[in-house]
């Protein structure tokens, strides 16, 4: 089955709103069996309807997103409906569920909106619970001198699309499959390698065999190793990956550094908190992403201005006059500041300078101090350097400081197996 | 000219690693008067040759990202070469670059990385500040049987693309465009209006002398709204976009809600704090993410726990038992709370429940009270209902207290632009 994806869109070619639809799409898809072998992407106008003739000689199945909205440059019904040569009919119940949804909202109805009314003949509607414009199910016509794909049309906006995918589309793409042969995909998640020492270690003996399809993909500070093949073939290599990677490993499952963290701190029944000079907020913001952090993480502190490091995180004033407020003294204290004042069992803090401005000679933008406070035990700190834009520092610093805390998890796990006391 | 963006990974479309070049590469693209008329993307693989294949005859340009690193999934360079007939050659200039880069950070020169030192013969080399692999401008070939695109091959990674196109690819770019007539691209961004509400108050009158193209797009409480033209057309209809859309515009040049907020507040000498339960640092984050911010936001609390609202932010326990944390009393007094701790001159609060867990049937998952508090104004207080996933709960709640303070600086400014006096 060959799946591929056409999201249409001037605003995805034009500026900084990103297309999130393949890499999603991707993921919903892997399990059934379906791997996407082209995504396209085209502007809102006549180049739909040539990406959309394109498709039916390459494609078994056609996933469309975007251009079903109530605007003059939403195209994708009526392109694709008169490509297939099918009229479109009014769905008195698709009105009926459009009204109603803007009415709770103290809307009306307006008569731009009609034409996400119309369905063409023949197509299963996929109800839209969140906005107004219906998907649509279109399947594969034969004719004597044509055979087109699988269409399924859905809304651009990914908060729309995505429940909609979940609960409508999917069972019709499972009863489209049947039993095709599983292949699983594992997603090693490695913070501190890069990608050829990984090969290095472990890419070469995998792909010796021909079973084993591997990837990598590199992020800041974060490596996912991505290895295909059938499960058994997959059990098989695995102690392999994990002899070659070792304490570098986060998870076995795609799972973030953050979601590591908060279930082995919710685990062990352990407490966190943040001091945040650089960061901005960043590191609190990706602890609370995971579901079920408000068990571990109880508060955190945004000091940005020192004046703000020194009343909450009670830090002398001669010590950020000595040092500097980018400073391992410093985020040392705000560490301890922060244990102190949260009553908490572990706090993280990081002071530096994200840039473009603010950075010196002796502490140029991209310098980061990152510290980990815990009870009984010394705070440790470590220097990094992350010249880069604002957006990737701040990645990387809470990377480094994620990852501090991730291994004095590991080593207090490994001496509580060892039977050794710990201080908690 | 035709431009196409070829992007070569497999994680791209397996899984949750989204494609962030098209829409930067058209936002850099665009003042070159070069659009982009289709992006693609297909797995690392046999695909890469065919997709390449494909773009010969369509396109002017054709910028390809990925497939350029070390590993045994990286071909774009050699399959590039091999369908332009060009060959391979060891530019010792890039060896020697790799080699400092890797001295510089204590690594070692693998032989794996050799391949990135191979050159296609004529090709000019865009060197990469950010990584290892460098860069390569194959320029157009003509022949007497055929004709090839001008071709740019860029490492997969934003952070090492993005410095690396903006010095050294556009400068071609530009040589190849030549003076193209000048269109402009306006993004007015709106908050607090629908899609159809604004194409129904301004889109008709605008695309009537056809003339200016104008598109929509919707984000989570926030449309965009794009017009492109000649400089003198949008210069000529700006005046009705303005009437139409009132207070709900945020900018006119897609500049984003936090930007505008920290610009007018340090504009104004104004500083800023945050309370934030449910958003846990994201609202922190964003205000932070605009560089300079610390001008206006000096700290921020995140008060996850009733506790920490409580010894923080001077919340009475009494008011947290009678009405709950999430309610509109406990909200106003975060924010109060917050004002008064930090000395600001505003303070926005935020309580709710994200989901998915935690929701009653008096607060469901998705209630969120948002509440701005300032010197000599009384405080005031939304009640939001935001029901979806973790991160667009986040989104939507922080865009709704970021433009309730937008809301209240217009209002500010107007009465110091009327002669009235003001608490400030």
Known sequence: MIVEILNTGSELLLGEVINTHAAWLGGELFPLGLRITRQVTVPDGPLIRRAL???FDRADIVIVTGGLGPTTDDITREATA?????????DE????????????????????MARQVMVPEGAVVLPNEHGTAPGLYIEAISRPSSKSPHFFLLPGPPRELRPMFTRYALPILRGLCG???????????????????????????LTRGGDVEVGYCARPNEVDLRLIAARDVLDRVEPIVLAAVG??????????????VVAHLAAAGLSLTTAESCSGGFLAHRITNVPGSSGVFRMGFVTYANEAKGEFLHIASDLLARFGAVSEPVAC?????ALHRAQADYALALTGVAGPGGGT?????????????????????????????????KQLATQAALDLLRRALLARERS???GVAVGH
């Open 247 to 260: 304490d570098s490993l986060v998870s076995r499952s795609g799972e973030a550094l953050e979601e590591w």
């Open 179 to 205: 039993d095709l042969p599983a292949r699983e995909c594992r997603t090693y998640r490695v913070v501190g390698l890069g990608e050829s020492e990984i090969e290095e270690r472990v890419g070469l003996i």
């Open 93 to 112: 119940a698709i009105r009926a569920a459009i009204v109603a949804r803007l009415s709770a909202r103290g809307y009306a109805f307006r008569e731009r």
């Open 82 to 90: 008169e490509l297939l040569g099918l009229k479109l009919l009014p």
């Open 53 to 55: 003739i394109e498709t």
């Open 361 to 393: 000679e002796a502490k140029p933008v991209g310098t980061v101090f990152v510290a980990l406070a815990s009870r009984g035990h010394a705070t440790i700190c470590r220097e990094c350097h992350f010249p880069s834009d604002r957006a990737t520092f």
């Open 416 to 418: 509580l197996t060892a």
């Open 333 to 337: 204290a705000m560490a301890e500041g």
